[in-house]
């Protein structure tokens, strides 16, 4: 069971760069039953290529040849974290094989023997993933994958921050795997491991790597803010009013071509703003009465009449959602998403004389701001992390999927609150220092 490469390159899309290429025209064959380790360059694109076996991620270009089905290749992720959102060790082992439809029975006995196969005990699985050592974390992110008896194992850095006892566990079990006929693919930075265990060896060069650079200008946070308070007030006070929307969606694309921010991304928001639009609608048809009737039927008794405001208020929404929510990403794009708190805080230092222990009621503001402005990144990004994890070990994307990730999530967010939290009290943080870096605007009533 081998895996072929042939010229492949991978496109990155992000705001700026329509076209940043992490891997440009690959070539390269990895060949069954040995352990292969993938070396290289930080950012070469390593990691990359593990996704892209596993089907992850799809090429830019070229081909992928592979004997072997994508649910027959197991990933482990290069962070442990990444791959747990079950609750206990149990539930994160086994989670694989309840999307492939097996029996209790069958799940309690590969779980009991995978576990054994590492050298675990059995109390390790009513512990909480959160409670494990990074080496106990390290074997059971491998035994989630192992159980599904993979006939093709990828493992991102899975060395990393052990110690040389419980690296030469792991690559004992990795060559006990290849007794097994599994293929074994490892990323790794380690040159003495590689020459020890490596029976065959890809390393990525840097000028296989194309960088984006972002040219973009940075605009002054205080300007970004009454631009955009502006556009939104516009959008907001002129509803169904089809010149504003023409006049704010004209000024938003001189922006986008000023800025060269990648349009694909903004109209991906369409997506979730649709489906919101569609559930308001729904909700809409029930509760309006009133407008031009549309429709009337009489069901089980009863005459169901629909009239058109509800979807004339809908579409109304739905262009203020995605007009105001392009505003936004224009915004942040334009300007570092802090510097614009910075700015908003520098607009209300004249109320400090205003309130009482109005510095105090500022400054928590603008602890609260910034901290929205860091976890909403935080919050994508774990979302996103959980899913490709759900996906690796089987899960269909849907409805299931997207509830699934809720508690989880919710669970991570507050480990970095906490954190956070950490990292501000052994900086002696206190509630009256300066936070703008703009320093503080202030009204000269005396001329």
Request: include cysteine; charged fraction near 20%.
């Amino acid at each position: 069971m081998s895996i072929k490469f042939n010229d492949v390159s991978y496109t990155y899309k992000d705001y700026f760069s329509k076209d940043s290429l992490i891997l440009e025209n690959l070539s390269f064959v990895i060949p069954k039953n040995k352990i292969t380790f993938i070396t290289g360059e930080s950012g070469a694109g390593k990691s990359t290529i593990l996704q892209l076996i596993k089907g992850l991620k799809t090429p830019k270009s070229g081909t992928i040849i592979s004997t072997v089905d994508t649910s027959d290749i197991g990933l482990v992720f290069q962070h442990p974290e990444i791959q747990f959102f079950k609750s206990t060790v149990k539930k994160e082992i086994e989670y694989g094989l309840k999307n492939i439809k097996l029996s209790e029975n069958e799940i309690e006995i590969k779980v009991i023997n995978v576990i054994k196969r590492l050298d675990l005990s059995k109390e390790i699985l009513k512990k909480s993933t959160s409670e494990l050592s990074a080496g106990e974390k390290r074997l059971v992110a491998i035994a989630s994958i192992l159980v599904m008896n993979p006939k093709f194992l990828l493992l991102d850095e899975p060395l990393a921050s052990l110690d040389g006892i419980m690296s030469k566990k792991i690559m004992h079990l990795l060559q006990g795997l290849v007794s097994d006929n599994v293929t074994v693919v490892v990323v790794s930075h380690n040159d003495r491991i590689i020459e020890k265990y490596s029976q065959n060896k890809i390393t990525l060069l840097k000028n296989k790597i194309k960088e984006s650079i972002n040219n973009h200008i940075n605009i002054d946070g205080r300007i970004n803010l009454i631009i955009t308070l502006l556009l939104i007030l516009l959008v907001v006070i002129k509803p169904l009013s089809f010149y504003t929307y023409i006049c704010v969606g004209v000024i938003e694309l001189i922006f986008i071509h000023i800025f060269k921010i990648n349009i694909i991304f903004i109209l991906k928001q369409l997506k979730p703003i649709l489906y919101t639009s569609l559930f308001i609608l729904l909700f809409n048809i029930f509760i309006i009465k009133s407008g031009n009737l549309i429709y009337q039927e009489i069901i089980f008794n009863n005459i169901i009449k629909i009239y058109d405001t509800p979807f004339l208020q809908t579409l109304n929404i739905f262009f203020q959602l995605f007009l105001i929510t392009v505003i936004t990403q224009i915004s942040v794009v334009m300007t570092n998403p802090l510097e614009i708190i910075d700015a908003f805080i520098y607009f209300l230092h004249p109320f400090e004389r205003i309130f009482k222990n109005g510095k105090e009621k500022i400054d928590k503001v603008s602890l609260l701001l910034t901290l929205c402005v860091q976890f909403i990144p935080i919050i994508l990004l774990e979302g996103s992390n959980i899913m490709m994890s759900q996906k690796n070990r089987g899960a269909k994307k849907g409805i299931k999927m997207y509830i699934s990730i809720l508690i989880p999530l919710f669970q991570r967010v507050i480990e970095h609150a906490s954190n956070l939290s950490d990292g501000m009290e052994i900086r002696n943080y206190k509630i009256g220092k300066k936070r703008s870096s703009y320093g503080s605007f202030k009204w000269n009533w005396k001329k």
